[in-house]
Each structure stands twice: as C-alpha cells, then as structure tokens.
C-alpha cells in the first residue's frame, strides 16, 4: 500500500466543504468540495479561463478557474485559501484538478521573482539557483531533491534502530581534529584554540563503549580549500560505530543493510519524488569487495594506465574502479578494503597479519567514495604506541585515551556524507546540488 498520501482532513463545522490541512488523498473527494490552502505557483491563462498550478506541502494541484476579476488581481506566489470543487482529470497528475470557486489571498508577493522558478525544468546556472536557493528551492523538482533525501536518511535510521543502534548528539566545538591534514576549522574559543568538528570520531568511539551501537547524522566541517564538484566545507555526516564485531566486514554488512533499507523506504513511499525526476534506483545484492592492492591492478590490466599516487585512489580512478566493476559483475557499488596505513587516521586498526594495510574500506557507488569505514584501535597499548610512531603527543588526546585505558570491546565504524550519496544517486555531478544551502570556498550566503 502507498502510504505517502497524507491525511488529516476535518470536516469544518462553518461551510459544508472539506478542510484539506494537507494535500490527501483529493480523489477520495471527487465531486464534493474542500476548503485548501497554498502558493500559487503557477498561472497559464487559456480563452476564457486560467489554469493555476497550486503548491502545496508535497504536490503541486491543477486547478480551473473562470472568475476573470479574481484572475487579474492574482499573483504567482500570493500564498491563498481556497475553496474548490475535486473534479476527477485522468490527465492531470494526481487524477484529480480543482475547479476554483473562491479564493482568499493570506499573503501577496511585494517584488517580482528575480528568476523563474516555475517551469518544468530550471533553466538556470548552478550558481545562480544556489544564489537564489530560498526562491529556487520552491520549484517543484528542486525540493523533490530534498525530499528524497529526507527518505534516505529515514530508511538509514529506521534500519540502525531496528539493529540495536542508539542515536547520540556529540558536539562540534571540539579540542582535537580527528581526520588530520589540513582541512579543519580554527575557531577562538574565549582565548583558546579549539576547532569545529572534522567528523564525530572520537565521541561515536566513547559512545560504543556505553550504548555498544551508537549513529549520528549530523554536520562535519571540512575547510577544503580546493573548489571540486564533490567537496562541501559543511557536509552531513551519516555515521554509525559498533561493537563486538569479529570483523570490519560487520561493518560492510550492516552498511549492505542500511543502504538496501534507504532504497525500500524510497521505493516505499517517494514514488511521486522519485517519477518527478526520473531517478533510477539502483538494485542492491551482495556488493563486490577487493582489496586496494588488487583494485589498482585490475584498473592498470583492463585500461592501461598507471596512477601516480600509490597509498590511495584519485577521483579517476574511483571512476574507472566503478565502471569496470559494474561491467563485470553488475553492482553500481564496490567495496575496496585494506587501505594503505599512510593515509589512514591514527584510531585505524591494522592489519595484523600485514601490518602497513589498514583493516578498513572505502565504499564507492556510481564512481565516487561515498564512505569510509573500518575497525579502530581498541587497546590501550597499541593506540598509545600508534600515536608516538605519528609523532602526536599523547597528551593532546587525554580524553580519547581515557576510554582505551578502561576497556573496550573491539568495535569499528563509517562514514557516509549524505549529500554525495544523495547527488550519486540522483545523477547529479556536483555535490551542491544536493546540499540545501551549500557552504564552499566561494560561498557563505544564503
Ligand atoms: P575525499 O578523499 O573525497 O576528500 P575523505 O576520504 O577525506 O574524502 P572521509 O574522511 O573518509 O573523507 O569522510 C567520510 C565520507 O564523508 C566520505 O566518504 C564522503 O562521503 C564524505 N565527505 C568527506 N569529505 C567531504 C566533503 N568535503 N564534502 C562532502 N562530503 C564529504
Ligand atoms: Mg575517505
């Protein structure tokens, strides 16, 4: 059963017609009339008549409307009540329209729309609808975006609290990065230096030794100085940590599983968002896994080439990895395991049968990582030890090491950043198409 219609209908005790809150399911309604309120999103004038599009919550109504003096002194985005007749339209969109028969305008717009926001495609620069991202957002494809990311990340907790998982909230003012390089934000805090949180590591790895399972969608701050089409400088962390694991390839499993859970949930009850704009979701088996050193192998054998960097994938290379793979076994997602040390943070276990290869993996969908994850350090002795080979002073991460001195099971975790998976998804190449109000080098406003 569809359940995405949604309900709330009351019948109002002053008119005989329906009080529509939200948009239902109108076509329980045909023939009968109903009170509903929205923006007028569009307004296509025909011989004697107007057809208006009305924007609701989630979908936008054709409605009728022959009231010529009304018609004049209308404007697109005058935010209105309306009481209509549910007429039954096989070819309008929802099967119904409205026939107007009055309307109240509760807010008109004072300024003309610097951009045209309602045709069925924006024909516009990525700049200039990030520009106007509060306008642009109204366009019916653009907030479907967001309304299937919204889907993806329901299906993701929905699946992690079925599996035990707590939800947590750790801060983003923090004393340490966790990630290292050079991508952190410094931040004055009352005379001392403190930093905005590079991702929730250290306090997801605490939080196991308390709840076991512990998630957290929340922001992660990168300064990325570079301007690519697949970093923000503010992204939303999806990340879960877990202990008790034999493996990091528990990890990988229960990733499979929350990533199956988004696209059931999408199928489920997106089907309107996901028709809007033609997405193609893809069908999720066991995903295929290689380790790094297998995978650069396989991409010189089958094309011939040779990359320079040699402890980790650059983005070319997660494309190629991507389309060999999927050519050959059919998954749009591939796990790579076992990861160079050199490039990975200090909390990463190593291999202990072959030590300089990290027990972790990166997930790549459609050509780009869209995760990394692996099994941490749990002893005392050896993250102590790690952090003195790194040069790091352990006295920096007294309150990490607190959790490590008194016990903890073997655990490990992710990452996942919602927007790439969202724009990998939707097909998009740059990742602020998926970020509602994205934060780069260029830009800090809207
Ligand atoms: P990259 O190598 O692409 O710069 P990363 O390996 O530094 O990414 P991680 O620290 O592994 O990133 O972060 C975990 C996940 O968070 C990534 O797999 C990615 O999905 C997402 N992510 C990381 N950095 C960004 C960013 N700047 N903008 C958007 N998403 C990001
Ligand atoms: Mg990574």
């Not at 717009?109 to 620069?125: D, L």
Request: aromatic content about 10%.
């Amino acid at each position: 059963m569809n359940t995405y219609q949604y309900a709330s209908i009351s019948e109002t005790k002053k008119t005989d017609a329906i009080n529509v809150t939200l948009v239902s399911q109108l076509k329980e309604y045909v023939d009968r009339t109903v009170i509903m309120h929205g923006s007028v999103y569009k307004i296509r004038k025909m011989k004697g008549f107007s057809f208006l599009i009305l924007r609701t919550a989630r979908f936008c109504i054709q409605c009728v409307c022959d009231d010529q003096a009304l018609l004049n002194e209308l404007q697109e985005e005058a935010c209105v009540r309306m009481v209509a007749e549910v007429v039954r339209e096989e070819r309008a969109r929802l099967g119904i329209e409205l026939h107007v028969k009055q309307i109240t305008v509760l807010s008109g717009p004072s300024a003309q729309m610097p951009i045209v926001i309602n045709g069925k495609v924006m024909e516009t620069s990525l700049e200039n609808k990030l520009d106007y991202r509060p306008l642009t957002l109204r366009n019916e494809k653009e907030r479907a975006i967001f309304k299937i990311q919204e889907g993806i990340v329901r299906g993701f907790r929905s699946y992690l609290q079925e599996n035990g998982f707590t939800e947590i909230h750790s801060p983003k003012i923090v004393y340490a990065g966790a990630e290292g390089g050079a991508n952190i934000f410094r931040l004055d805090y009352f005379g001392r230096e403190a930093y905005l949180a590079q991702s929730p590591q250290f306090y997801k790895q605490m939080m196991v030794g308390v709840f076991e399972r512990v998630y957290e969608v929340g922001p992660i701050f990168r300064a990325e100085k570079h301007d690519t089409s697949r970093h923000l400088n503010e992204y939303t962390g999806m990340d879960f940590e877990m202990g008790y694991i034999d493996s990091f390839r528990d990890v990988m499993e229960m990733e499979t599983g929350m990533l199956k859970a988004a696209v059931t949930e999408l199928e489920r009850e997106y089907g309107p968002e996901l028709e809007l704009l033609g997405v193609r979701l893809p069908h999720i088996r066991e995903i295929p896994s290689l380790k790094f050193s297998e995978a650069k192998a396989l991409i010189t054998e089958r094309t011939g080439r040779i990359f320079r960097e040699s402890h980790d994938f650059e983005p070319e290379e997660e494309r190629l990895l991507s389309e060999i793979v999927e050519r050959e076994t059919g998954s749009e997602f591939v796990f790579v395991t076992h990861y160079p040390a050199e490039k990975r943070p200090f909390y990463v276990m190593e291999d202990p049968e072959n030590p300089g290869e990290t027990l972790s993996f990166d997930l790549i969908f459609r050509g780009l990582e869209i995760t990394t994850g692996g099994q941490r350090i749990h002893d005392y002795g050896m993250q102590l030890q790690k952090l003195c080979d790194r040069g790091m002073d352990p006295e920096a991460f007294e309150s990490f090491l607190m959790m490590h001195r008194h016990g903890m099971p073997p655990h490990g975790g992710l990452g996942l950043g919602l927007e790439r998976f969202t724009a990998r998804l939707l097909g998009f190449e740059n990742v602020r198409q998926a970020c509602l109000f994205p934060r780069d080098i260029n830009r800090l406003t809207p």
